[in-house]
């Protein structure tokens, strides 16, 4: 049976560590970070934790009832670095792309974390602040409900899928990922025209695009798309 989680009000009078650290969720979910960019997503056990946070595996267990809602914890985290700073300008479009581009960046400035977390659901304060901001943009814009839901949905998964595809990349180890990029050079612009003409004649775009997410990319093409809708609306 999971271990009830203490309340964080109780948990922030338990004496400090042998180190002289007082542990919050905050500082284990951040050390938890810098274990993933370090060991990989194999590397984060609560043994590991325990030692670098210099405490009891079993202390982490009065914060989480386990890794899984550590990682929940992680993922609503990086969600939270995405919104630090975020006012709504009341612009729908730009807020949309601000927004998306943000979450993005968040996930891949943590790869390993991103890989973990991308396609969980947390249901904590962070990821419902970010629900309720896009769908608040989409109504406030005046897209019926049916379209707000469709276009959050297309826009969140998109945006989370680059994420965690863009994370992927960038967790290989560093000369395996310069080799996939090189592959574009290589082997794919050195194609014959007369057995891979299309491949031939994009050859130097795409070396120049593949080696780069295609996030934004994609993000406009969903934002006119959404334009498209909202402007027939109003016609």
């Given at each position: ?59 982490l267990y009065r914060y989480f009832r ?100 863009d994370a992927a990349a960038l967790a ?64």
């Amino acid at each position: 049976m999971a271990k009830p989680v203490v309340p964080e009000e109780k948990r922030r009078r338990r004496r400090p560590t042998r180190s002289g650290t007082v542990l919050s969720e905050r500082l284990i979910v951040e050390t938890a970070l810098r274990l993933l960019r370090e060991h990989g997503s194999t590397g984060l056990t609560a043994r590991r934790l325990g030692l670098a946070l210099d405490c009891d595996p079993s202390t982490l267990y009065r914060y989480f009832r386990g890794m899984d809602e550590l990682t929940l914890a992680i993922g609503d985290a990086l969600i939270g670095e995405a919104l630090r700073g975020w006012r709504a300008s009341g612009e729908w479009r730009r807020d949309l792309h601000a927004i998306g581009l943000r979450i993005h960046a968040a996930y891949v400035a943590h790869p390993q974390a991103a890989q973990l977390t991308a396609s969980r659901v947390t249901g904590r304060a962070n990821e419902l602040a970010a629900d309720e901001a896009v769908l608040d943009v989409l109504r406030t814009a005046g897209f019926p409900l049916p379209d707000t839901v469709r276009i959050y949905h297309a826009f969140i998964d998109q945006t989370l899928a680059f994420a965690a595809l863009d994370a992927a990349a960038l967790a290989l180890p560093r000369a395996t990922r310069h080799a996939d990029d090189a592959m574009w050079r290589s082997t794919y612009a050195r194609l014959p025209a007369e057995t891979h003409p299309r491949i031939a004649e994009a050859a130097p775009l795409l070396s120049t695009h593949m080696v780069t997410s295609a996030y934004p990319t994609a993000l406009e093409m969903l934002l006119d798309s959404a334009q498209t809708a909202l402007t027939r609306l109003s016609s």
